[in-house]
C-alpha cells in the first residue's frame, strides 16, 4: 500500500516552502545565467527550426532537456523566464522525490525533515535551480529514478527497478553521468543477500539494461551520425590525460564541499560515529585535515577550494571581466575571516561524514537499499572526478542528495539545537545568495539593454560571458583555448568570450583606460547596503 497519502502534509509544506523561496528570490529576467545559454540556444532552435543544434560549448548530452526546452518554447514562445521557470518547477519534484526516497529508505521524523531541507535548501540546489543549466534537471531525475529503485528493492518488485532503469535513463539523456545511478543498482541487487542467483541477476538487467542500452545509443547516434560539439569531445580528452596528483587534489577539494553541505547532519550523527568507530573517525578526520595544511601551506588555499557557484562572499556564476577574466575579487569578500572557520568546519563535518557513510555501508553491505544508497553516492562522486581538469563545485550536486540518504538511512540521526542553526544558516546563505545573484545580473542586463536601445552593437560590448556568448557565439563558432579561459588574465588582453570590440564593458567596479557611464545600483542580502554594476566606455586617447 503506497504511503504517499500520510506524507500529503509534508509534500504540501515542501510545495509552499518552494513558493515561498521562489518569490522572495524572485523569478523574473530574459536572460541568461552561467552556461545556460548554451542549453537554450538547443531547445530554441529544436523549436524554431526543428533541427536539435550544439554549440561547441556544450559538454552534457543535454537531448531530453532541449526536447522539453523546445516545447516550452512552442507553447510559451521563447524566453529564459519561461525555462528558468521550468528548472524551479522540477526542482520542487525533486524536494518531494527525496523526501518519498527517505521515506522509502527508513528515515522518519525529524532526522527525515532535516535531510530533505539540507538537499532542497542547500546552496548549490537553490541557486542553480533558478537557471537552466543541465545540474538540477539531472539531479532531479536522478532523485527519481532513486526513489524508484529504492522502492523496488524495498517492495521486491521489478515494475519499480524498471520505473527506475527509465528515469536513470531520462537523466543519462541530460547528464551522461546517469549511467552511474544505474550501475550502482544494479550492482546492489548482485549483492543483496538471502535471494537466489537467479532472482539477482534479473533485478540486476531490470535496473541496468535500458540505461545502458540508452548511452550506447545515444553515443552512436552522436558520434556516427549527429557529431559531437567540441565540449563533449573535450569531456572524454578530459578523462584520458587524468593523473593521480589532481584526482587525489579534486577528490579532497570536492569532500571538503560535501562536508560543508552535509555539516548539519554530521554534527547529528557525530556522537554515534566516535562512539561505534573511534579510529575510523579519528583517521578521516586527520587524513583530511593534513591534506587541507598541505593545501594551505602550499597554494594558501581556504574554503572556497572551487569556482562556479559559492564564494567567499555570495553564490552564483560571476562571469564579468574584473572577476572571472582578471581574477579580481568579488564585489564581496570576508577573506581569511571566513576562510579559516568554513575550512576547519569542512574538513571536521567531511571526515565524520565519510566515517558515517564507510560505516554505514559496511555494516548494512548485504541489505539492497543502503547498498544503492552507497553506491550512487560513490559512483557518481567518482563521477566528477572525470572533469578533473575543469573541477567545478556545482558537478557534486547529485552527489548530494545520495549522501545524505547514504547516512541517514545507516546511521541514527539525533537533530540538535546547533544541528538546526547550521542547517538554517546554509539555507539562509543559499536563499540570499541566490537573490543577490539575480539581482545584479537584474542590473547588468539593464544596462546593456541601454546600450542596445542607444544603437549600440554587441560586437562593439564585453557584457560578461552569458552576453556576449548569447549574442556572438553561434555566428562566430569559435571556443576559447585552456589557456585563454584560465582566470587571472592581463588586462591589455580581451576577455575570451566572443568579444570583438570591447569599446563598453560591464564590471563590479572602474577599470585602467575606461570611464563610467552608468553606474547601476543593485539590493544585497549577503554583506548588507547596496552593491553597483557598472557600465564602462574606453577613455579617449
Not at 131 to 156: H, I, K, L, S
Not at 266 to 271: K, T
Not at 350 to 355: R, T
Not at 424 to 435: C, D, N, S, V
Request: charged content about 15%; proline content about 5%.
Amino acid at each position: 500500500m503506497s504511503r504517499i497519502p500520510r506524507d500529503l502534509p509534508s509534500l504540501a509544506g515542501i510545495l509552499i516552502a518552494a513558493a515561498a523561496a521562489i518569490a522572495l528570490i524572485g523569478f523574473r529576467g530574459d536572460f541568461p545565467l552561467s552556461d545556460d545559454w548554451s542549453y537554450a540556444y538547443s531547445s530554441r532552435t529544436l523549436c524554431t527550426e526543428g533541427v536539435l543544434r550544439f554549440l561547441p560549448w556544450t559538454g552534457a548530452s543535454l537531448v531530453l532537456q532541449a526536447g522539453y526546452g523546445a516545447l516550452l518554447c512552442r507553447i510559451f514562445g521563447f524566453s529564459f523566464e519561461v525555462l528558468r521557470i521550468s528548472t524551479l518547477t522540477l526542482a520542487a519534484t525533486g524536494a518531494i522525490g527525496f523526501f518519498l526516497l527517505l521515506g522509502r529508505a527508513g528515515v522518519r521524523g525529524a532526522p527525515r525533515a532535516l535531510a530533505t531541507t539540507l538537499f532542497a535548501l542547500s546552496p548549490l540546489y537553490v541557486n542553480l535551480s533558478f537557471t537552466f543549466m543541465t545540474d538540477v534537471p539531472f539531479t532531479v531525475a536522478a532523485v527519481w529514478a532513486g526513489y524508484a529503485y529504492v522502492r523496488g528493492f524495498d517492495e521486491q518488485r521489478r515494475a519499480w527497478l524498471v520505473a527506475g532503469a527509465f528515469a536513470a535513463a531520462s537523466a543519462l539523456l541530460i547528464r551522461q553521468h546517469g549511467i552511474f545511478i544505474a550501475a550502482a543498482a544494479s550492482v546492489a541487487a548482485l549483492l543483496a543477500g538471502g535471494r537466489p542467483w537467479r532472482v539477482r541477476w534479473g533485478d540486476a538487467f531490470a535496473a541496468g539494461a535500458l540505461p545502458l542500452l540508452t548511452s550506447i545509443a545515444f553515443h552512436l547516434w552522436l558520434f556516427r551520425w549527429h557529431g559531437a560539439p567540441g565540449g563533449m569531445e573535450m569531456k572524454l580528452t578530459e578523462a584520458r590525460h587524468m593523473d593521480l596528483a589532481g584526482l587525489v587534489n579534486c577528490a579532497f577539494r570536492g569532500l571538503e564541499y560535501l562536508g560543508l553541505l552535509l555539516a548539519p547532519l554530521a554534527l547529528a550523527v557525530r556522537h554515534d560515529v566516535i562512539a561505534r568507530r573511534p579510529r575510523l573517525a579519528a583517521a578521516t578526520c586527520t587524513a583530511l585535515a593534513v591534506l587541507a595544511l598541505l593545501l594551505w601551506l602550499h597554494d594558501g588555499a581556504l574554503m572556497f577550494y572551487l569556482t562556479n557557484v559559492m564564494y567567499d562572499f555570495g553564490l552564483g556564476a560571476s562571469s564579468l571581466r574584473d572577476t572571472l577574466f582578471l581574477g579580481l575579487r568579488p564585489p564581496v569578500q570576508v577573506g581569511p575571516a571566513l576562510g579559516i572557520p568554513l575550512t576547519l568546519l569542512a574538513t571536521m563535518a567531511a571526515g565524520v561524514g565519510l566515517s558515517a557513510y564507510l560505516m554505514g555501508g559496511w555494516e548494512r553491505r548485504h541489505a539492497p537499499i543502503p547498498l544503492f544508497l552507497s553506491f550512487a553516492a560513490g559512483f557518481l562522486f567518482l563521477g566528477t572526478l572525470l572533469h578533473a581538469r575543469y573541477y567545478f563545485d556545482r558537478y557534486l550536486l547529485v552527489v548530494l542528495p545520495f549522501a545524505i540518504a547514504a547516512i541517514a538511512a545507516t546511521t541514527p540521526v539525533r537533530v540538535s539545537r546547533a544541528a538546526v542553526v547550521l542547517t538554517a544558516l546554509l539555507a539562509w546563505y543559499a536563499l540570499a545568495g541566490t537573490h543577490d545573484y539575480l539581482a545584479w545580473n537584474r542590473a547588468r542586463y539593464a544596462g546593456l539593454a541601454a546600450l542596445t536601445d542607444a544603437g549600440i552593437s554587441p560586437r562593439e560590448i564585453d557584457g560578461g560571458m552569458e552576453f556576449n556568448a548569447w549574442a556572438l557565439a553561434a555566428d562566430l563558432g569559435t571556443a576559447p583555448t585552456d589557456a585563454q579561459a584560465r582566470s587571472g588574465q592581463a588586462p591589455t588582453v580581451k576577455s575570451w568570450w566572443w568579444v570583438i570590440d570591447d569599446r563598453f564593458v560591464v564590471s563590479f567596479r572602474p577599470l585602467p583606460g575606461y570611464a563610467v557611464r552608468q553606474s547601476l545600483p543593485y539590493s544585497r542580502w549577503l554583506g548588507g547596503g547596496d552593491g553597483r554594476v557598472v557600465i564602462l566606455e574606453r577613455s579617449s586617447l
